[in-house]
Structure formats: structure tokens, C-alpha cells
């Protein structure tokens, strides 16, 4: 299985913050990734798909980047709203994996 | 609009089944699949397994095989994920989420609203 490492674990920031997460997998996956933002008793939603690609509805402020191995989840200008729990996934090979999240805290 | 709606919480003993099921609306339902992601409390997101909604065709994670079956019924634009021999470990919030018609494609658009499934005696 391919394993997904995020990090940091944890993230403190403040609103208006430029803020990086960053997601390796174990072995490439070329640009098959995606991001997800789930905030508690709530669904996952998707942010970001194939590494880069923006879901319709999503603000620009977030940006995905990355191939290969290392890919990066920036938020440029930190909102309110963004206060929540990120999670990469890829989907290069089966069985999908995750990584373990990363929850953006304010500070 | 798309809507994935599930069905309600449950509670089971150990040893026992749970079949969870899946409404979809607001999109041609043959035209996608279904996979489903569990999270145990406090825990990250785990993948069980996908189906086609236009053959049935399914592909399960390794971990689960022989204990989840996942069906769908078209006439009804519904799946269902049955999990058995359940363990105290399978408690979780279960999800379902729109996927790829033929193969998994993996970038989970629409998700169900979650069932908690809790297991104890």
C-alpha cells in the first residue's frame, strides 16, 4: 500500500496567515492527488484534485502543487472559515490511502 | 443538486452485520460509482471499496475482503455497503462518496451526510 505522510501534524495560524501543508507518498503517484477539508461532524470536501486542479466552488486562495512524491496544500490568505482538518489522498493505485490530517488551529 | 443521503446511525453487537445504504439524487446515478471511507472516532479517513453504479463491478480494500459486500439497486438510485462478523475496531462514522463510473477515479466530489456504526456488547 502506498503510504501518505502529511505534515505538520498540527498547524497554528492566524487569519490572513500564508499557510503550507505538505503531503509525501511512499513511492510516486504521479499527479494523482487530492486534498479534502472536513471540519467535525461534517463530510469531507474536496479542495483540490489531480494535484493542482481547483474543485468548482472553491476559493482561489487555495492551491495545490506537487508531483511525483511531495505535493503542497497552500491556503495564501487564511480565512475564518479555513480553521479545520486537511487531508491529502492518493488514487495512483489501489487501495486509496490517505494521510494521517493535518488540523489548522488558530493561534 | 447532487445529494448523497444515508441512512441512520446504528448500534451492534459483536459478530453481528450492518448494511448502510446510500440515496443518491440530483445526477444520473448509472453514470458514476460509489466508494466508501470510514472514520473511527477521533481518526483519520480509511477507504473500504468502491462499486460501479453501471455494472456492479466492485474492487475492495484488501483488509475488508470477505467481510463488506457492496451492492447498488438503479431502480431505486441507492447503494449499500454491508459490513459482518463486526468488531468493537469497525465502529466509525461510514461515508459514502461519488466516484468513478468504470474504475475508481478517486477524487470524491459528493459525499453522504456519515452513518455512525457503533459496536459493543
Known amino acids: 500500500d502506498i503510504q501518505m505522510t502529511q505534515s505538520p501534524s498540527t498547524l497554528s495560524a492566524s487569519v490572513g496567515d500564508r499557510v503550507t501543508i505538505t503531503c509525501r507518498a511512499s513511492?510516486?503517484?504521479?499527479?494523482?492527488l487530492a486534498w479534502y477539508q472536513q471540519k467535525p461532524g461534517k463530510a469531507p470536501k474536496l479542495l483540490i484534485y489531480?494535484?493542482?486542479s481547483l474543485e468548482s466552488g472553491v476559493p482561489s486562495r487555495f492551491s495545490g502543487s506537487g508531483s511525483g512524491t511531495e505535493f503542497t496544500l497552500t491556503i495564501s490568505s487564511l480565512q475564518p472559515d479555513d480553521f479545520a482538518t486537511y487531508y491529502c489522498q492518493q488514487y495512483n493505485s489501489y487501495p486509496i490511502t490517505f494521510g494521517q490530517g493535518t488540523r489548522l488551529e488558530i493561534k | 443538486q447532487v445529494q448523497l443521503v444515508q441512512s441512520g446511525a446504528e448500534v451492534k453487537k459483536p459478530g453481528a452485520s450492518v448494511k448502510v445504504s446510500c440515496k443518491a439524487s440530483?445526477?444520473?446515478?448509472?453514470?458514476?460509482?460509489i466508494s466508501w471511507v470510514r472514520q473511527a472516532p477521533g481518526q483519520g479517513l480509511e477507504w473500504m471499496g468502491w462499486i460501479s453504479a453501471y455494472n456492479g463491478n466492485t474492487n475492495y480494500a484488501q483488509k475488508l475482503q470477505g467481510r463488506v459486500t457492496m451492492t447498488t439497486d438503479t431502480s431505486t438510485s441507492t447503494a449499500y455497503m454491508e459490513l459482518r462478523s463486526l468488531r468493537s475496531d469497525d465502529t466509525a462514522v461510514y461515508y459514502c462518496a461519488r466516484d468513478g463510473q468504470l474504475a475508481v477515479a478517486g477524487n470524491f466530489d459528493y459525499w453522504g451526510q456519515g452513518t455512525l456504526v457503533t459496536v459493543s456488547s
Open positions: 440530483g445526477y444520473t446515478f448509472t453514470s458514476y460509482g
Open positions: 513511492q510516486s503517484i504521479s499527479s494523482w
Open positions: 489531480k494535484a493542482s
